[in-house]
């Protein structure tokens, strides 16, 4: 009964390639969000979602690319994956305009 | 532009002892200040919180003081514990619409016994 889960926990892959992490919430939340985490533990928002419709995209490289095929989930697909992408990515959810954020365990991405 | 900023990077503390975090932020427009507590390979979670219309706020051994004229905030820790010891995010956000949490650095904090 996990509240925002995101799969894989951790990966491994090389440049170049494109992966994709997925996020699931059960708390019927209508906003979701990724963070990225680096490895001096910063935590610095990605995207936010607000029932699907996109609402905050913080000058991303377009390389990320968030999808959301309902309300309950918010999955990240990265192409052309780059040594600087390696970090901790944080799915997390709330309610609209609420301020407390519920956030995943994290997918640690190496890109090796 | 890092509009929360937040020290030390790192403390260690006695148990039983106090453990102070400080954070300052920059933008009037925030009102809503959290703190998140982050175990190692966990994801951040709400601590405590608070608005600037209150000045202190206590929630067991954790305590928020909030000085709204010096735009700055802390986190005091009483009889800190080796169960404590984390990373701690202090944070603001403007409520209602969509506004993004801006977090601030993170402290490491380590309770010796």
């Known amino acids: 009964d996990t509240a925002v889960s995101q799969t894989p926990k951790y990966l491994v892959t090389q440049m170049g390639n494109d992966k994709s992490i997925k996020c699931e919430q059960n708390l019927g939340h209508d906003t979701m969000y990724w963070y990225k985490q680096d490895s001096k533990k910063f935590l610095k928002i990605m995207f936010s979602?607000?029932?699907?419709?996109?609402?905050i995209n913080e000058t991303v490289p377009n390389r990320f690319s968030p999808k959301s095929p309902d309300k309950a989930h918010l999955n990240l697909h990265i192409n052309s994956l780059e040594l600087g992408d390696s970090a901790v990515y944080f799915c997390?959810?709330?309610?609209?305009?609420?301020?407390?954020?519920?956030f995943g365990q994290g997918t640690r991405l190496t890109v090796v | 532009q890092q509009q929360v900023k937040q020290s030390p990077q790192s403390l260690i503390v006695q148990k039983g002892g106090i453990s102070i975090i400080n954070c300052a932020y920059e933008?009037?427009?925030?009102?809503?200040f959290p703190w998140y507590q982050q175990f190692p390979g966990k994801g951040p979670a709400l601590l405590i919180a608070i608005r600037p219309d209150v000045s202190e706020k206590k929630e067991g051994r954790f305590t928020i003081s909030f000085n709204k004229s010096a735009k700055q905030f802390s986190l005091h820790i009483m009889d800190s514990q080796p169960g404590d010891s984390a990373t701690y995010f202090c944070?603001?956000?403007?409520?209602?619409?969509?506004?993004?949490?801006?977090f601030g650095t993170g402290t490491k904090l380590q309770v010796i016994p």
């Open positions: 979602y607000n029932n699907k419709e996109l609402i």
């Open positions: 933008n009037t427009a925030f009102d809503y």
């Open positions: 997390a959810s709330s309610l609209p305009g609420a301020t407390e954020a519920f």
């Open positions: 944070a603001a956000s403007i409520s209602g619409g969509y506004q993004k949490v801006t």
